[in-house]
């Protein structure tokens, strides 16, 4: 079990950061930690050192990570990869860079405490800044060339080189397996609450599972992905200028439609994840179709037929997945996600499911979209 930092407070908090901190082979000595960041698994600090030297600490979930070394060669593979691409001068790099990992003391890449959890720290890039929300299509595209210049610098790093961080990350059928078992234990007694939301998501099952069937059609190859392409995981500069691609702890072999399809569902939809008023829930087209330009910019020239005829179907598949892994947890007794008050995960889960709702109404334009920017027919319908 991973102690609970939110119950940590004031100097305890600060002593506690310290200790780790001095554990890293980081220039000056600790002053402060504050929170920073909105994610649902680790905690992130930001230090700040009696030089005004900044860093990122982050407490790694190894509840969840359970090969906290494997994923932290994971992030280092990659990091170097891309560093070295930069100074070669890659003509793909420009204004994009990439944290770096600070090594411990003891030359591994984390420390490990005396309560048994396991610390990180990067670099702080100077001036830049996260969005929880995408505000424009001009934002949208920038978003969507970053998450592609990743997977194109990491291409050729071989899939074998790199652990699967969380084996079976976004696998619908394990995923909806996992999910019938607990909606038939009922451990806190919810199911009486979610029939409805059972329901809707048991009539869709079927066709979701088809990205994995390509997959095993070897249509689409395993290549390097990030797994989660929400927005904020992006950094910006002061001029708007995408500069990196941060948490990187599910980077692991995968496939290229699942990071499409995750980025369309938290840049594309008109709610927060929260959002109470279901009825702000939905596709923006607009932001849709800029992401899709400025990810096919770069991504269109390694991307095979197959995959470009299934991304918009991909955004569908992946807003299907979360909403039943929220409603998976919800049911489970709120075990995985960390939530702010009771009906948290339900409230999560339904708007993926009004988002979805909203993905199948706008469907062919969808498609269209997708063939106008490529010009390749036969995407899925």
């Not at 909806?176 to 409805?196: A, I």
């Not at 990810?295 to 991307?303: E, N, P, R, T, V």
């Not at 569908?316 to 007794?333: A, C, E, N, Q």
Request: hydrophobic share 40%; aromatic share 8%.
């Amino acid at each position: 079990m991973v102690r609970d930092l939110n119950k940590i407070r004031g100097k305890e908090l600060q002593e506690i950061l310290a200790q780790v901190f001095s554990g890293f082979c980081a220039e000056g000595v600790f002053r402060d930690g504050e929170r920073t960041g909105s994610g649902h698994i680790n905690d992130t600090f930001l230090v700040t050192t009696r030089g005004n030297k900044k860093y990122i600490l982050q407490r790694i979930n190894h509840s969840v990570f359970q090969d906290v070394p494997g994923l932290m060669n994971n992030i280092l593979r990659v990091t170097t990869h891309i560093h070295q691409k930069i100074d070669q001068g890659h003509p793909l790099t420009g204004s994009l860079t990439s944290i770096r990992i600070i090594p411990a003391k003891d030359d591994k890449t984390f420390v490990l405490d005396r309560e048994g959890d396991y610390w990180r720290l990067y670099n702080y890039l100077e001036g830049s800044r996260t969005f929880d929300r995408v505000s424009n299509p001009q934002q949208a595209h920038e978003g969507g060339r970053a998450f592609a210049l990743f997977q194109a610098l990491t291409a050729d790093i071989p899939v074998s080189d790199l652990a699967e961080t969380i084996p079976h990350f976004h696998d619908v059928e394990l995923r909806l397996k996992t999910f019938r078992q607990t909606v038939s234990q009922d451990p806190v007694n919810r199911v009486g609450e979610v029939k409805r939301e059972i329901a809707f998501l048991e009539e869709r099952a079927g066709e979701m599972i088809k990205i994995l069937q390509l997959g095993r059609e070897h249509k689409i190859p395993l290549r390097v992905t990030h797994n989660d392409t929400k927005f904020n995981n992006i950094l910006f500069d002061a001029s708007g200028k995408a500069i990196a691609v941060i948490d990187l702890d599910t980077v692991m072999p995968g496939y290229i439609l699942y990071d499409f399809g995750d980025a369309i569902r938290t840049g594309a939809n008109t709610a927060t994840e929260d959002e109470e008023d279901l009825d702000k829930a939905g596709i923006n087209l607009a932001l849709f179709e800029a992401y899709s330009r400025g990810y096919l910019s770069i991504a269109g020239s390694f991307l095979n037929s197959c995959e470009i005829g299934h991304l918009a179907f991909s955004a569908r598949v992946m807003t299907f997945l979360i909403g039943l892994r929220f409603l998976t947890d919800y049911i489970d007794g709120d075990r995985y996600y960390r939530i702010h008050f009771r009906h948290h995960n339900l409230q999560r889960a339904r708007v993926q499911m009004k988002l979805l709702e909203s993905m199948e109404q706008q469907y062919d334009r969808m498609l269209q979209i997708i063939i106008t920017i490529t010009s390749v027919p036969g995407s899925i319908r």
